[in-house]
C-alpha cells in the first residue's frame, strides 16, 4: 500500500504550471469516438481517469498512443457497442460514453459507472433526455441497454443543469440531420471546451456557456488537434495549499476567468491575489481570517470540487467558517479525518460549521475520495508533526504528480511503499 508522508509547516514557495483539466479532458477523449480521422489532444494531464478511459477506448476498438502529455486517437470502423463492468466502475464519467456510442452505433451496453463517493449520484437526467430524443432506454440489474432506429432532435429542459446531462446530449446529437436544443444546460468551461473542440472537428454547435446550447447535426465529424484548457480545479486546490502554508505561490497557466468564482473566498480569508495574463500570484497572511459563507452552486457560483481544500485551510483560520454544499450530499466525508488532525467541524446535514483552531497535527489519515483525499494533503501541509495519508487512488484521479510538484515548491512530502 501507498502513502504520502508529509512533514508540514514547511512554507511553499516559486511556481507551479496548472495541468489540463480532466473533466474537460475526460468528455473529449469520450467525443473521439465520433471523430473519423486522427485527433490530437495536447495538455491532456497524467491522471488515472484519463488511463482509464484511454482503456475504454482501446476496448472499444480506437487506437490510442501517448507521448507525455499528447494523446492521439484513431477511431475504429467497427466499434463495440458495450463496457465491460470492471472498466465502467473505475470512474463515473464513463457513463458519457452513453451518448457517442448510441450516435454512432444507434445503440449501448454499459454498467452502471463507479466514482467518488459523494452520495447517489443518478443518471436519471441522461436518461430521461435521451428517452425525449426517440432513444429506448432500458435498465436492469445494473446495466442500461440503449437501443434508437434515428436519434431525433427535440427540444429538451433540463431539471438541473447537469454538467455529465448535458455533455451526455451533445454527444448524442452531434451526429446526424436534426436540430436539438438543451434548455437550462450547464454553464461549467468544460462544456464550452467540449462545445470547442467538436466545432473544430467540423460541428455544428452554439450557446454553450449560456442557459441555451443549439445542436444542428452534421453528418460527419474528421479529426483535429486541440490543447485541453487548463485545470481550475487543480489551481484552486493549490491555492489553498499556498494559503494554508502562510505562503507566497505563482501559479501559472490558469485562466483568470475561471478563477474567478473562488477568488472572494481567499480575498476574505486575507490572502493578496495578483492576476497577471493567465497566471495568479497568491500570498498569504501568517494566520488566515474566517470566511463567513461559502455556498456551492453551479458555474458561475462556487464550484463544488474546490469546497474541500478550502474547508481544510479554514479549519486554521482565525473565528467560525460556514461552508454550504448544494451539489452532493457526501461531500464532507474527509471532515472526520480533518477531525483527526486536530481540526473542529461539525456537520449539520449539508453545512459545514468549522470553528478555527490555531494548528494542524501530523496524523495517519485515509482519503476518502478526490477533493477529500486533496483537502487532508493541505492539512497535512500545514499541521505540526509528520501526517500519512493512505487511500492514494482517490487523489491519483485527479492531481498529476502531487508530491514531485510540492517537493519542488519547497514540501517536506514524499510517496512511500508500506
Ligand atoms: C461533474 C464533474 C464533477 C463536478 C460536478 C459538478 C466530471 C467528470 N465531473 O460531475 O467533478 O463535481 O460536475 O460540477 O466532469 N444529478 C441527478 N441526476 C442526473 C445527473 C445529476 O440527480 O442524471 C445530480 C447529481 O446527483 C448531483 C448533481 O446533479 O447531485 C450534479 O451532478 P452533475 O452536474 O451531473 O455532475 P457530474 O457530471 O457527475
Redesign the pocket.
Given at each position: 500500500m501507498e502513502r504520502l508522508v508529509i512533514n508540514g509547516k514547511r512554507p511553499l514557495s516559486g511556481e507551479i504550471k496548472i495541468h489540463g483539466a480532466?473533466?474537460?479532458a475526460?468528455?473529449i477523449l469520450c467525443a473521439c469516438i465520433l471523430c473519423d480521422e486522427k485527433v490530437i489532444l495536447h495538455n491532456c494531464p497524467k491522471l488515472s481517469?484519463i488511463d482509464n478511459t484511454i482503456e475504454i477506448l482501446r476496448y472499444l476498438g480506437c487506437k490510442v498512443s501517448r507521448d507525455e502529455d499528447t494523446v492521439e486517437i484513431s477511431n475504429s470502423d467497427c466499434l463495440k457497442d458495450n463496457i465491460p463492468r470492471d472498466l465502467m466502475n473505475k470512474?463515473?464519467?464513463s457513463?458519457?460514453f452513453l451518448g457517442p456510442l448510441i450516435a454512432k452505433l444507434g445503440k449501448a451496453n454499459l454498467c452502471l459507472p463507479g466514482?467518488?463517493e459523494?452520495?447517489?449520484?443518478?443518471?436519471?437526467?441522461?436518461?430521461?433526455s435521451f428517452e425525449k430524443l426517440n432513444i429506448d432506454v432500458f435498465e436492469h440489474r445494473g446495466s442500461i441497454d440503449c437501443k434508437t432506429d434515428k436519434i431525433k432532435g427535440t427540444s429538451i429542459n433540463l431539471?438541473?443543469?447537469?454538467?455529465?446531462?448535458?455533455?451526455n446530449i451533445m454527444l448524442a446529437t452531434v451526429l446526424g440531420n436534426t436540430k436539438t436544443l438543451i434548455h437550462n444546460a450547464?454553464r461549467?468551461p468544460?462544456i464550452i471546451e467540449l462545445q470547442n473542440f467538436l466545432n473544430k472537428c467540423g460541428a455544428d454547435i452554439s450557446g454553450a456557456g449560456e442557459n441555451c446550447i443549439i445542436i444542428n447535426a452534421v453528418k460527419k465529424l474528421h479529426g483535429c488537434e486541440h490543447s485541453i484548457l487548463p485545470d481550475r480545479?487543480e489551481a484552486s486546490t493549490y491555492m489553498s495549499f499556498a494559503a494554508a502554508t502562510g505562503s507566497s505561490l505563482t501559479i501559472k497557466n490558469i485562466c483568470n476567468e475561471h478563477i474567478e468564482p473562488v477568488v472572494f473566498a481567499f480575498r476574505e480569508a486575507g490572502c493578496d491575489m495578483n492576476f497577471k495574463e493567465n497566471e495568479l500570484t497568491i500570498c498569504a497572511p501568517k494566520r488566515l481570517k474566517r470566511i463567513m459563507h461559502i455556498k456551492t452552486l453551479?458555474?458561475p457560483g462556487f464550484?463544488?470540487?474546490s469546497g474541500m481544500p478550502i474547508i481544510a485551510m479554514s479549519c486554521i483560520a482565525e473565528g467560525t467558517t460556514i461552508f454550504e454544499e448544494t451539489?452532493?450530499?457526501n461531500r464532507y466525508n474527509a471532515t472526520a479525518e480533518l477531525n483527526k488532525m486536530g481540526a473542529n467541524i461539525k456537520i449539520y446535514d449539508r453545512i459545514a460549521v468549522i470553528e478555527g483552531v490555531k494548528s494542524f497535527y501530523g496524523a495517519d489519515v485515509e482519503a476518502t475520495d478526490?477533493?477529500g483525499g486533496a483537502a487532508l494533503v493541505c492539512a497535512g501541509l500545514a499541521a505540526q508533526g509528520t501526517t500519512n495519508i493512505t487511500q492514494l487512488q482517490h487523489i491519483d484521479r485527479?492531481y498529476e504528480n502531487i508530491e514531485h510538484n510540492l517537493s519542488l515548491l519547497g514540501a517536506d512530502i514524499k510517496r512511500e511503499k508500506n
Open positions: 480532466k473533466n474537460a475526460l468528455p481517469d470512474m463515473r464519467s457513463i458519457i466514482g467518488c459523494l452520495g447517489p449520484r443518478p443518471i436519471d437526467i441522461h436518461l430521461k431539471p438541473f443543469p447537469s454538467v455529465g446531462a448535458t455533455e450547464a461549467e468544460e480545479i453551479v458555474y464550484p463544488t470540487d451539489i452532493f450530499q478526490l477533493r485527479g
